[in-house]
């Protein structure tokens, strides 16, 4: 188990820059109780390995007199953390804060006195009223990845009791008048460079964090956070830019994110806000990149349908088309002439999308003839989902309207075509789009990061994701 992963998404990044987010994260006050239970497991173990140096030296103890003693051979047995907490500071970090911590050592002693006695045995050591209070500091680095280290750390050890196996009773007062002070001071010099050990040990994590996620071919959705965190006292808000980009082409699209709020909800431990920004910029993207096309032929027809891409069906309400090139075979492509425009309304996701289908005939040595072309103006309805840790979705055609745009074949009624286009959309274009939109794209993440409990709603300008987290390997 990675030590803090879960307060991983503790760590924004302060950015001067001022543009709105097209994504928003919130963890809750359930998933930073979360992170906590990992965090402190990690410390816990940190902790253990600390190395007690062995100590002597020489006093006067009454009623014996001047006796050399050591300590040898220290080492931790058991070790605990009761209480802890970790508390949002409103506008600087995150302080880590243990009281009641208790560690119990056994070690070996042995004394020497009157020149020429000497004792020796075991002992048992407990210290109570460890308290550690460290304050975390979160900040970029030069990939836009937040990084995290310890600003400011006092430890504290209250008290300490020893049992001494063997030996008389004066060793205790060796113990409470010289070696109790050196001893927990000892311990308490150790224990902050540890805790700031477990806290530096997050950064190898935090380069996980997917700032630019790869999603196919054709684009990339970058992550980088846009403004300085927003903390209270029980959450903490972070932006993201959430802007897709053709892959090794940073090119902003002509429209820019509508700033949104996230609902005071706090039943799961992390909400993502994806604002209509964002599959907005995928619609520019993919366009630019010409992926919004498709050819459609008469072998992706299924073949019980009595409509075929030929000149012979279409010759039916276009005579010259079979006047002109009977018995032949006919391509189709369908495409966009513009980015399509994705708006969000409650429990509504609707896309209105502007294209053309022209129309080729397969001549014998297979070029293409030009037939017509139409233009197409269409909606649909899109029903969105979380699979894994991607945001994927499906369409069902709403409506489309054609016009004729350019006719190789003379004039002629566009409306007695309609039944055979939207044939060709239901059966070819909306299953191939919803192939897909059924692969996602990726969420913002860091590490092994697995969502439960996932809901999604379609709200006012933006979709609310609310999840629980859970971190594996």
């Keep these: 188990m990675s030590p803090c992963c879960l307060l991983a998404l503790l760590a924004v990044i302060s950015l001067t820059l001022a543009a709105s987010p097209g994504v928003k994260v919130k963890l809750t006050d359930k998933g930073i109780e979360y992170g906590k239970q990992i965090g402190m497991a990690s410390l816990q173990q940190k902790l253990k390995t600390i190395k007690v140096p062995d ?32 508390v949002l500071m409103p ?14 050592l056994h070690g070996n002693w042995r004394v020497r006195y009157f020149r020429f006695i000497q004792d020796r045995g075991s ?62 001071s000892a311990l308490q010099k150790q224990i902050c460079p540890l805790v700031a050990d477990v806290i530096t040990d997050m950064n190898p994590h935090l380069k996980t964090f997917n ?66 920004f964002t599959p907005n910029s995928a619609g520019f993207v993919y366009n630019n990149a010409g992926a919004l096309s498709l050819y459609v032929t008469d072998d992706m027809i299924p073949p019980s349908s009595p409509i075929r891409l030929n000149t012979g069906t279409f010759g039916v309400f276009i005579p010259e088309i079979a006047k002109r090139f009977p018995g032949m ?28 289908v022209t129309a080729y005939a397969i001549q014998p040595n297979t070029t293409l003839s030009p037939l017509f072309v139409l233009n197409m103006e269409g909606s649909v309805s899109a029903q ?15 409506k489309i309207e054609m016009t004729l745009g350019t006719s190789y074949v003379g004039q002629f009624q566009v ?9 060709v959309l239901k059966v ?30 379609v709200l006012k300008d933006y979709m609310l994701i609310g999840t629980d987290v859970q971190f594996t390997g």
């Design 415 to 423: 409306q007695p075509l309609d039944n055979i286009f939207l044939m």
């Design 211 to 276: 700032v630019l996620a790869k999603v196919d071919q054709y684009a990339e959705i970058e992550y980088s956070m846009v403004t300085s965190p927003t903390i209270s006292k029980s959450s903490i808000e972070f932006s993201l830019k959430g802007e897709f980009y053709n892959i090794g082409k940073h090119r902003e699209p002509p429209f820019s994110p509508t700033p949104f709020s996230l609902p005071p909800q706090d039943n799961n431990m992390l909400y993502i806000g994806v604002s209509s």
């Design 329 to 356: 075979m006919m391509k189709l492509l369908v495409k966009t002439v513009k980015e399509p425009t994705i708006s969000l309304e409650p429990n509504n996701v609707t896309v209105q999308a502007s294209g053309t």
């Design 91 to 104: 506008g600087t970090g995150v302080r880590l804060a243990i009281t009641n911590a208790f560690i119990n």
């Design 428 to 457: 070819v274009v909306i299953p191939k789009v919803n192939a897909r939109l059924e692969k996602g794209f990726p969420l913002p993440t860091i590490g092994k990061m697995n969502l439960i409990n996932t809901q999604l709603q």
């Design 123 to 184: 002992f048992d050591l407990t210290v109570n009223g460890l308290t550690i209070t460290a304050d975390i500091a979160i900040k970029s680095d030069e990939t836009g990845r937040p990084t995290v280290s310890t600003v400011n750390c006092v430890a504290n050890v209250g008290s300490a009791s020893i049992k001494f196996h063997g030996g008389a009773s004066w060793l205790y007062n060796l113990f409470k008048s010289y070696i109790d002070k050196a001893l927990r």
């Design 384 to 398: 969105m989902n979380v699979t894994g840790v991607k945001l994927a979705g499906a369409i069902t055609l709403n």
């Design 55 to 86: 100590l002597s030296g020489t006093e006067k103890v009454p009623p014996i007199g001047k006796v050399k003693y050591s300590l040898t051979g220290m080492t931790i047995v058991n070790l605990g953390l009761p209480k802890s907490a970790l």
